[in-house]
C-alpha cells in the first residue's frame, strides 16, 4: 500500500522560513510529478509547486520567488522550502505525487493527510 507521509509544517511569524517534507513509501513502480497544494480555511485547494522526476519545476504566482520546490528521485521525497512567509500563506499543506504502484497498469493520483502552516505573529 502506497502513503505520501508530510513533515515540516508549524507556527511561523511573517518572514520566516519552514521547510516542508513529503516521503512516499510502500510498493512504488515509479513516480512522475511529485508536488504540494494548499488550502486556507473556506478557500479550494490550490496549487502550491510541483517537480517531474526531470526537476521541471512549477510555481503558483503566489508563492515564486519565495518557496522552492525540490526533489530525491531515491528517496521518493519531495520537499518544500518557503521563505519570506506571509500570513496568507497560512494552510493545510498537501503533497501529491502521480504514481504507479507495483503491479497496477496505470498511474494514479496519490495525496498526504496534510501538514499545518500558521504564520502569524
Known amino acids: 500500500q502506497v502513503q505520501l507521509v508530510e513533515s515540516g509544517g508549524g507556527l511561523v511569524q511573517p518572514g520566516g522560513s519552514l521547510r516542508l517534507s513529503c516521503a512516499a513509501s510502500?510498493?512504488?513502480?515509479?513516480?512522475?510529478?511529485m508536488g504540494w497544494y494548499r488550502q486556507a480555511p473556506g478557500n479550494q485547494r490550490e496549487l502550491v509547486a510541483t517537480?517531474?522526476?526531470?526537476?521541471?519545476?512549477n510555481y503558483a504566482d503566489a508563492v515564486k520567488g519565495r518557496f522552492t520546490i525540490s526533489r530525491d528521485n531515491a528517496k521518493n521525497t519531495v520537499y518544500l522550502q518557503m521563505n519570506s512567509l506571509k500570513p496568507e500563506d497560512t494552510a493545510v499543506y498537501y503533497c501529491?505525487?502521480?504514481?504507479?504502484?507495483?503491479?497496477?497498469?496505470?498511474?494514479?493520483?496519490?495525496w498526504g493527510r496534510g501538514t499545518q502552516v500558521t504564520v502569524s505573529s
Open positions: 501529491y505525487a502521480d504514481l504507479i504502484p507495483f503491479g497496477s497498469v496505470r498511474f494514479d493520483d496519490y
Open positions: 510502500g510498493s512504488i513502480g515509479a513516480i512522475r510529478t
Open positions: 517537480i517531474t522526476g526531470g526537476g521541471s519545476a
